[in-house]
């Protein structure tokens, strides 16, 4: 299942390491990264934000039907179903188009955190051989079960002791990787550093007293920040959800939050660049496809189509009597 978001990763990865070429910083290539795929994925996001506005708008109404057919099931079933194609909506359009961007996020978030297999593109035949060669070294050890190997193996080479054993140990490096290839890792090892942050560095690792624990506490500012005020900007359809809902996208961020002080400071960083897109992409979407705008424009649509039906319906004329005739019958009733 996730190999499918590591060949996402792999395509997305061809861009960030044409972003990497021209800055020469890995955190400034996330940043801008980060925003040509939410560009990418502006269209998508515009549709959830209609289908989210339309389903509910049909909110008020579903109640209406579920307090008349509330005992009949299936009548109250087939009722909404009557509804919602009447409408032209659908009461899974806002799951079906959230998940186009989770797949897109996910396969960026794979190009991001396995920067050697889907930045660089070594061959996974290369990767396996290096890190044979890595863990080969008496007191270095990097584990295929961390998806963040590739980052430890980064930092390895960016660690002029280290490298020393890692081309002295055995056949050494050459014996498996170019001199184009080492060449390309130690320039994206060293490409690392951001406004005086080492990007490689893990803030459990390097404890609260240092500079990288920033990224989880800005991790924690901006995503529990945006989360709020998305709340407050979409109140109206987020009066629909359940409470224990809405603590939930209050409790995911503290678990993101959690993940980025454990992790290196790369991972961390790219979260609080697609937190701070995100949201400024959700202001813009609000200000042009705000649920009050959508319902609007919806309600017009549909008061014009059933004009036009109206318009299609076919006149039957009515003759009326002459009032001259009716006058005339008047009479002669009267003279008999």
């Known amino acids: 299942m996730f190999q499918i978001f590591n060949y996402v990763g792999w395509a997305f990865g061809y861009v960030l390491w044409a972003l990497f070429f021209i800055f020469k910083n890995f955190g400034v290539s996330i940043f801008f990264f980060t925003i040509i795929t939410r560009l990418l994925m502006f269209p998508t996001s515009v549709k959830q934000q209609k289908s989210m506005a339309a389903n509910s708008r049909l909110q008020a109404k579903q109640r209406e039907l579920k307090e008349k057919y509330g005992n009949n099931k299936q009548k109250y079933n087939e009722e909404v179903q009557k509804l919602y194609a009447k409408e032209g909506a659908s009461p899974f359009g806002g799951c079906l188009t959230s998940l186009v961007p989770m797949f897109i996020m996910l396969g960026i978030y794979y190009s991001v955190v396995r920067p050697l297999s889907n930045v660089i593109h070594i061959a996974s035949d290369k990767m396996t051989d290096l890190i044979t060669l890595i863990n080969g070294i008496p007191g270095v050890n990097v584990s295929t079960s961390n998806i963040y190997h590739e980052m430890d193996i980064l930092r390895i080479f960016n660690n002029p002791e280290s ?48 500079v990288i624990i920033i990224i989880p506490a800005l991790v924690l500012i901006t995503s529990v920040g945006s989360q709020l005020l998305t709340m407050r900007m979409q109140s109206n359809m987020m009066n629909q959800q359940q409470g224990c809902m809405k603590y939930m996208l209050l409790f995911l961020p503290l678990i993101t939050v959690y993940i980025s002080y454990i992790v290196p400071g790369a991972v961390g960083f790219y979260w609080i660049c697609s937190t701070v897109i995100g949201f400024i992409q959700t202001v813009i979407i609000n200000k042009f496809y705000s649920p009050l705008n959508i319902t609007a424009k919806a309600e017009a649509q549909h ?20 009032v001259q005739d009716n006058q005339k019958t008047a009479k002669n009733k009267k003279k008999k």
């Open 163 to 210: 490298f020393a054993l890692l081309q002295n140990h055995g056949k050494g490096i050459s014996s498996i990787l170019s001199d184009g290839d080492i060449s390309q890792i130690q320039n994206l090892a060293g490409g690392f550093k951001f406004f005086g942050l080492d990007l490689l560095d893990i803030p459990s690792v390097n404890g609260f007293l240092s």
């Open 303 to 322: 008061v014009a189509l059933l004009e036009q039906k109206e318009a299609k319906v076919p006149y039957i004329y009515v003759p009326s009597a002459p």
